[in-house]
């Protein structure tokens, strides 16, 4: 393959990769001299097949456990003496802290790169989770597993998700479709180990235990080795011999870089000039308040109802499964040519399905009624996870993904941190679960429906302008509309290298 130029955002970003020391070597490919660096194009292949193992395992351990704390709900309802909406303030600030620390985890990718910002993420996930067995109230509960743990699992996901850019190009595509399946595959094996744990050791061991299982992101981590060789830091690069700054410099120069990427990673100029990106991330906002709500109150629904804990576990397994199988075939269906422009009507065609099947909850709390809903939802939900970020690629440039990006996490982290304590306070005061399902239908199916008009009406305006140019007395040829209102930018397939590769590493699904 021929050697390919870093873009402008790859310069930007070229420490995300970067070894520890000169003398290391730089990737799967022959060492370089030390004193005459060579920078490494992506193998494609080689190493990078064991850093996609380590992100789907990353993936895995990260993305999909907030929803297994669901299985000791009830548990610490019962310590703590707690009420429906307390309780449910544990995953719910888990899952928005999750989202909400891309900044400052980029922050820690650009000064100390992806492998050191990986295993930082698995020892401070493994110490909340541990430090939270020893907990004496549920407000501990909030620091140890909602933030510290929360906040390590965003420093895992995202850098394992950016070295997986940098070791595949041409074959980037695959590469992501397969990496998406961790989520599926933990929502798979999850459930089954904490149902394990909680009938063995209690809530309290089982925390304990799964800190120690969280720390397998470290070895994930520590085979997550660069690519790129060392590009000097502009404070290493010290004019006339100038010895670096002190802890004083140190400090501002972390602020400063703090101040400043937080800039480049959220687009709010974006979010005011481009309408199509300003309805796409308002109703995803819109969704996430009743999107994943349903997959922490599933087992207290069917554990309340005299289920066995064991099939009720079973239930959240068999959504991994289905997604496991789904998603990969999905993702490549709707990479083909016709569905160009059409993905968002096919991803809101999926939540209107999603949304609807969260009724299905309200006629019986019976496993056969739950498996007819798993299995629904489930495969509702794969295709709303393949196409997610898909359809945000079509409504930006890629060159503007990875703000946007960016400002579409801190947006849905806010309902994603309220939706379970409102779905709680609707179960206290009703004594009902069934109506936490119904909610989530209607919020689900809305959001849909809100998307899909709005686009619809877009591209209606967008066709009459188009036909009502020629009329004007324009030339022959059409003129291009270069606006970002309108512009759509299609998806790589065969590693186009005029594309930022840095940027495209962030399409993961955190669905």
């Not at 870093?6 to 995300?16: A, I, R």
């Not at 790169?113 to 698995?122: S, Y």
């Not at 502009?234 to 101040?259: H, L, T």
Request: glycine share 8%.
């Amino acid at each position: 393959m021929a050697p390919q130029q870093p873009s402008s955002m790859e310069e930007q970003t070229g420490e995300l990769c970067e070894p520890e020391s000169e003398g290391e070597k730089q990737g799967p490919g022959p060492p370089s001299d030390q004193n005459h660096p060579v920078a490494h194009d992506a193998p494609d292949g080689g190493w990078g097949w064991v850093v996609l193992v380590a992100t789907i395992l990353v993936l895995a351990l990260t993305l999909a456990f907030p929803a297994c704390i669901g299985i000791f709900y009830l548990d610490l309802q019962e310590e703590f003496k707690a009420s429906n909406s307390e309780t449910s303030w544990v995953p719910s600030i888990m899952t928005s802290v999750l989202h909400a620390g891309g900044p400052l985890c980029s922050v820690l990718v650009d000064r100390f790169g992806c492998r050191a910002t990986v295993m930082f993420g698995g020892v401070l996930s493994g110490l909340g989770m541990a430090i939270s067995s020893f907990s004496h109230s549920i407000v501990d509960l909030y620091i140890t597993t909602g933030v510290i743990t929360g906040l390590g699992f965003c420093f895992s996901f995202q850098p394992a998700v950016t070295i997986l850019g940098h070791y595949f190009v041409r074959r980037r595509p695959f590469a992501n479709a397969i990496s998406s399946t961790g989520t599926a595959l933990g929502l798979f094996t999850l459930p089954f180990l904490g149902d394990y744990l909680q009938s063995k050791l209690g809530w309290r061991g089982s925390f304990l235990v799964l800190g120690a299982v969280l720390l397998n992101c470290c070895v994930c981590g520590a085979v997550m080795r660069p690519v790129r060789p060392r590009k000097p830091r502009k404070s290493e690069v010290m004019s006339n011999g100038a010895r670096p700054p002190g802890k004083k410099g140190c400090a501002s120069g972390i602020c400063q870089s703090f101040a400043s990427s937080f800039r480049k990673h959220m687009a709010f100029d974006l979010f005011c000039s481009n309408l199509r990106f300003r309805v796409f991330s308002l109703g995803i906002t819109w969704l996430m308040l009743g999107f994943v709500v349903p997959l922490i109150y599933l087992v207290p629904y069917a554990s309340a109802h005299n289920m066995d804990p064991s099939r009720a576990a079973l239930l959240l397994s068999i959504l991994g499964l289905v997604n496991i199988f789904v998603r990969p075939p999905v993702g490549v269906l709707f990479s083909l040519a016709w569905f160009k422009g059409r993905h968002i009507y096919v991803f809101s065609a999926a939540l209107i399905i999603n949304g609807l099947s969260n009724s299905i909850c309200c006629i019986s709390a019976s496993f056969h009624v739950l498996l007819i809903y798993v299995l629904t939802y489930g495969l509702s939900m794969s295709v709303v996870g393949s196409l997610m970020f898909t359809v945000l690629m079509d409504t930006v440039e890629m060159s503007r993904f990875q703000s946007a990006l960016g400002l579409l996490s801190i947006m849905e982290s806010v309902t994603l941190l309220i939706g379970p304590p409102l779905a709680g306070m609707l179960v206290d005061s009703t004594g009902q679960y069934t109506y936490v399902f119904l909610a989530c239908s209607i919020t689900v199916t809305l959001s849909a429906l809100y998307l899909m008009v709005s686009f619809y009406w877009l591209d209606s305006r967008d066709a009459a302008q188009k036909k009502s140019s020629p009329a004007s007395g324009s030339p022959a040829k059409p003129v291009i509309n270069m606006s970002t209102d309108c512009q759509y930018s299609s998806v790589p397939t065969d590693g186009d290298k005029t594309n930022n590769p840095s940027s495209e590493a962030e399409n993961v699904t955190n669905v």
